[in-house]
């Protein structure tokens, strides 16, 4: 993927070109491209005038930001106490089967990442898998596929599955 420095230019001067932009540059930067390309952050700091070193200190701190590209859509899977019991492992195993990606990898079309955390907080649906914010309790393996190719399909509701 080729990056535009004029492209960088316009994303970066609508956050404003002051010291105190320089997050919701990175933001509106990783919103652009899925990720912070390098490129993209070494014009931060030049057009905000920061040093280089800071702008990567806030790239690497904020989980937010990614430095390799990601895909369009995030899969999380949580990996709770509750959500283990109930089958969250073999959940996961059958996400990475179908998208042959493991936990922090991104699918070779760029269609979907990865991630698995410990804990989404909604104990009683599990086993939970979230697609972009979109909550998918009480999955299960037969489940999983059905629901990634709504959004491959870009039939994105989340139903009660």
């Given at each position: 993927m080729s990056i535009e420095i004029s492209?960088?230019?316009?994303?970066?001067t609508k956050q404003g070109l002051k010291k105190n932009a320089v997050i919701p540059a990175l933001l509106a930067i990783q919103e652009e491209y899925?990720?912070?390309p390098p490129e993209a952050i070494e014009r931060v700091a030049e057009?905000?005038?920061?040093?280089?070193?800071?702008?990567?200190?806030?790239?690497?701190?904020y989980k937010v930001f990614s430095l390799e590209p990601?895909?369009?859509h995030t899969i999380t899977v949580?990996?709770?106490?509750?959500?283990?019991v109930r089958g969250s492992d073999f959940?996961?195993?059958q996400v990475e089967r179908v998208l042959s990606i493991k936990p922090g990898e991104t699918s070779v079309d760029r269609q979907f990442t990865l991630e698995a955390v410990n804990?989404?907080?909604?104990?009683?649906?599990?086993?939970?898998?979230?697609?972009?914010g979109k909550y998918f309790g009480?999955?299960?393996?037969?489940?999983?596929?059905?629901v990634i190719n709504k959004f491959k399909d870009k039939e994105v509701v989340a139903d009660e599955e």
């Open positions: 492209e960088l230019d316009s994303i970066i899925n990720y912070v057009q905000l005038d920061v040093p280089l070193m800071q702008v990567y200190q806030v790239v690497s701190f990601r895909g369009i949580c990996l709770g106490t509750a959500c283990h959940l996961l195993d804990c989404l907080g909604v104990c009683a649906l599990g086993p939970v898998m979230v697609i972009d009480n999955m299960n393996v037969s489940k999983v596929e059905r």
